[in-house]
């Protein structure tokens, strides 16, 4: 398995409170995404990055923040969580931006109650 | 027996037949293909990929063809066993040259003993 750790692996908070994941990787690759996953909806990106402090927004980025402040750790923020952002969480990596599969951890089921 | 992704259609296979899943991509200007596997509680994890200058690739049991002409791709495996059982999901790189991937919806295969 790619060394990828999500931190929680569950959690459970209230609606408008802060809430931050962590994905943790010890493969030194370059790129690091965080998708969300609803039924019927698939792996959707929320954003990603392409360094150290280099991010860009993906498909459903409102309401999340990131920060990547070293190679081997990308952080999500929830700055006010919301019922709608109750999903199950993953992070993914890869060496390059192509003909590279993404990699995934196994999730943060995060639940806003 | 066969089945098309994006709406999470269920493929129900015996123990030991083969078992093909398919998935209709959306952009012509896809040129990397990747098939996943994600069970219950875990993380998609890669199983196959390909690049559009092939049309058949061959890894561990598993097969994937390429029809660049239809945008069509399919995952054979053969002699299928239990522990096959998951949700099977396509992915295409798009126009993207950061990386980005577009999934599918998936295709869900039961394995019956």
């Not at chain 1, 569950?10 to 039924?39: A, F, I, S």
């Not at chain 1, 927004?57 to 929830?78: A, H, I, N, P």
């Not at chain 2, 049309?55 to 399919?74: A, E």
Request: aromatic share 8%.
């Amino acid at each position: 398995d790619a060394g990828i750790t999500q931190s929680p692996r569950h959690k459970v908070t209230e609606t408008g409170t802060p809430v931050t994941l962590r994905c943790h990787q010890t493969e030194n690759h370059r790129y690091m995404y965080w998708y969300r996953q609803d039924p019927g909806h698939g792996l959707r990106l929320i954003h990603y990055s392409y360094g150290v402090k280099d991010t860009d927004k993906g498909e459903v980025s409102d309401g999340y923040s990131v920060s990547r402040s070293k190679t081997e750790d990308f952080l999500l923020t929830l700055e006010s969580a919301t019922s709608s952002q109750t999903s199950v969480y993953f992070c993914a990596i890869s060496g390059t931006a192509t003909n590279q599969p993404q990699h995934f951890g196994d999730g943060t089921r995060l639940s806003i109650l | 027996g066969e089945s098309v992704g994006l709406h999470l259609p269920t493929l129900s296979v015996q123990e030991g037949d083969n078992s093909i899943i398919n998935c209709a991509y959306s952009n012509s200007a896809s040129d990397y293909f990747i098939w996943y596997k994600q069970e219950s509680g875990k993380g998609p994890q890669f199983i196959i990929d390909i690049r559009s200058n092939m049309d058949k690739r061959q890894g561990q049991r598993v097969t994937v063809l390429l029809n660049k002409t239809v945008k069509h791709l399919s995952l054979q495996i053969a002699a299928t066993q239990p522990g096959d059982s998951a949700v099977y999901f396509c992915a295409e790189n798009g126009s993207s040259n950061t990386g980005k991937l577009i999934f599918g919806q998936g295709t869900t295969l039961q394995v019956k003993p």
